[in-house]
T-cell receptor, first 110, second 113 residues
Framework: QKEVEQDPGPLSVPEGAIVSLNCTYS??????FMWYRQYSRKGPELLMY????GNKEDGRFTAQVDKSSKYISLFIRDSQPSDSATYLC??????????FGAGTRLFVKA | GAGVSQSPRYKVAKRGQDVALRCDPI?????LFWYQQALGQGPEFLTY????????KSGLPSDRFFAERPEGSVSTLKIQRTQQEDSAVYLC???????????FGPGTRLTVL
């Protein structure tokens, strides 16, 4: 079993929909949680960075961390076709070695 | 401002050839990471540098893989005697001092025939 599990999708939604992306993990030592967006043939781009449990909001994006359930989520409000990409969750214990999920492919249809 | 740059962007090698992949991190970033990303997968950690010191190379898949950062800036990932299973995108990332956030380059897509 992988340390970080993420449904690869693809997930297809209409423009304007609320998107929910999720990851589960097994290592309770993880403290820092990140979401990256990766467009085709590009490197990952950091979207959200949170420490420990709780919520963080940035524009149309909200990240949630539930350490008791070992479950993290990313919500995208008012989704746009330009949000079509692969979304990667990532986490670490503090320090350098970051573990990534496999990524969820999202398609937002105009 | 300039981000992380990698070269070449694409590399085709015949099985058994040696390859060298270059990473130019963001100026002032002391931490540098290499990842391997197979098709349809997330990045897998290979190795980590803080300045010129290689602090963790536990993710390097075999002794054919070697990374260096001699002056604490540019880094090179070298793969000797390439095999087909080495085909992947190799990503480099850097972090500013005292920050965990990593900024990625566009990657080098290696295809081994």
């Amino acid at each position: 079993q992988k340390e970080v599990e993420q449904d690869p999708g693809p997930l297809s939604v209409p423009e304007g929909a609320i998107v929910s992306l999720n990851c589960t993990y097994s290592n309770s030592a993880f403290q820092y949680f990140m979401w990256y967006r990766q467009y085709s043939r590009k490197g990952p781009e950091l979207l959200m960075y949170t420490y420990s449990s709780g919520n963080k909001e940035d524009g149309r994006f909200t990240a949630q961390v539930d350490k008791s359930s070992k479950y993290i989520s990313l919500f995208i409000r008012d989704s746009q076709p330009s949000d079509s990409a692969t979304y990667l969750c990532a986490m670490n214990r503090g320090g350098f070695k970051t573990i990534f999920g496999a990524g969820t492919r999202l398609f937002v249809k105009a | 401002g300039a981000g992380v740059s990698q070269s070449p962007r694409y590399k085709v090698a015949k099985r058994g050839q040696d390859v060298a992949l270059r990473c130019d991190p963001i100026s002032g970033h002391v931490s540098l990471f290499w990842y391997q990303q197979a098709l349809g997968q997330g990045p897998e950690f290979l190795t980590y540098f803080q300045n010129e010191a290689q602090l963790d190379k536990s993710g390097l898949p075999s002794d054919r893989f070697f990374a260096e950062r001699p002056e604490g800036s540019v880094s090179t990932l070298k793969i000797q005697r390439t095999q087909q299973e080495d085909s992947a995108v190799y990503l480099c990332a850097s972090s500013p001092p005292k920050r965990d956030t990593q900024y990625f380059g566009p990657g080098t897509r290696l295809t081994v025939l």
